[in-house]
């Protein structure tokens, strides 16, 4: 049995909770799996359409961590587990150590949750954490450098990148939305991420003003939510972006896919925002497997994701300049098409099936 512990896990949103599902749903093909995982509105339809074995946990998040780990502890004790799963250190923090010694215990890490500087009291409860585990799981090269200047233990450090759920099979009607949506705009332009300062959407929306002159029928896509909504509205019309710029909340999956295949560029010049850095992607590696390639921040672990000048560019999100530049290489003599077919071709590396084998040939 294959036992996941979360914090982060469908129906909720956002991309940990869609990778914790995809290991789970690689897991399952190769043993049963058991998730300890909160519980959110809608858990319960969520559950009841999933072929997975999910144990819901709910109440005061004070108490809640305590009442999984005690649920989990005791599962450990009287069933046989192969292997143990973390998607964060808070979630490790209090299983019994004896416990779990001699289980293969695995505890990912993705960049902001463990960017605290040493010798504070949370970097302190993060390294004391993450000594259970046997395998420290980081998303990129960038966070294990991270992890390691932080003082976590380098050799239990293992690179596995996060897989990829795409590409799903966009229904006919969504795809005629889609195409609806975009007309007969170029360039289609998308980024599907939470509205928040990291994601750099204030100087896209100023990079789109920019472009106009030299692509008047440009279209700008934005699919997320976040804290920055209002400031970002407020932007687009200042400066004077209207049907441009098109800003969407909570959309169907399978609209969200259908946009994505229908556009020519996947652009987040993620920049760091106080502790908060992009630790990988895994956006750019959905937008390569519809044959889009990508634009993204050189800070954090975008690299690992987006191969420079192969399957589109790396710029700096904090300079206007630097994302215009790249936007204009990016789509000058067709370029974008022979990026799109490399960044179909580099999707291949993150199918889950592939990626599974990293951890089970640790386990």
């Avoid at 200047?149 to 239990?156: E, H, L, M, R």
């Avoid at 966009?170 to 007309?183: G, L, Q």
């Avoid at 896209?204 to 934005?222: E, G, H, V």
């Amino acid at each position: 049995m294959f036992v996941i512990s979360t914090r982060n896990f469908p129906p909720d949103i956002g991309g940990i909770q869609n990778l914790i599902e995809g290991l789970a749903i690689a897991l399952n093909n190769h043993g049963p799996v058991k998730i300890f995982a909160d519980s959110f509105p809608e858990s319960d339809s969520y559950d009841k359409n999933s072929s997975l074995e999910i144990v819901r946990v709910s109440g005061f998040k004070f108490f809640k961590k305590y009442r999984k780990a005690n649920l989990i502890n005791e599962y450990i004790k009287n069933n046989n587990v192969r292997a143990l799963f973390f998607d964060h250190w808070k979630s490790l923090e209090n299983l019994n150590k004896n416990y779990i010694e001699n289980i293969p215990t695995f505890c990912l890490i993705h960049s902001k949750e463990i960017n605290h500087p040493k010798e504070t009291s949370l970097n302190k409860r993060m390294i004391k954490s993450l000594s259970k585990a046997k395998y420290i799981i980081s998303n990129s090269r960038f966070t294990k450098k991270l992890a390691i200047s932080t003082g976590v233990d380098a050799n239990k450090i293992h690179i596995i990148h996060p897989g990829s759920n795409y590409p799903i099979e966009v229904k006919s009607e969504y795809d005629e939305r889609a195409k609806e949506i975009f007309k007969d705009s170029f360039p289609r332009i998308i980024t599907i991420a939470r509205l928040d300062k990291r994601k750099s959407h204030q100087n896209i929306l100023m990079c789109i003003k920019n472009l106009k002159s030299r692509f008047p029928n440009i279209k700008y896509i934005s699919i997320g939510e976040g804290e920055e909504k209002k400031n970002l509205q407020k932007l687009k019309k200042e400066l004077n972006l209207g049907n441009e710029v098109l800003f969407y909340n909570k959309i169907e999956e399978q609209l969200k896919a259908a946009l994505l295949k229908n556009s020519d560029l996947f652009l987040m010049p993620s920049i760091i925002y106080k502790k908060s850095v992009e630790g990988f992607g895994i956006s750019f590696i959905e937008a390569g497997c519809y044959g889009k390639g990508s634009i993204g921040g050189k800070d954090g672990g975008a690299e690992d994701a987006i191969k420079d000048g192969e399957t589109g560019f790396l710029c700096d999100g904090n300079n206007l300049n630097s994302i215009h530049d790249s936007v204009i290489k990016f789509f000058e003599n067709e370029n974008y098409k022979t990026y799109g077919t490399n960044a179909l071709e580099f999707s291949n590396d993150f199918k889950w099936k592939k990626i599974i084998k990293k951890y089970l040939n640790l386990i």
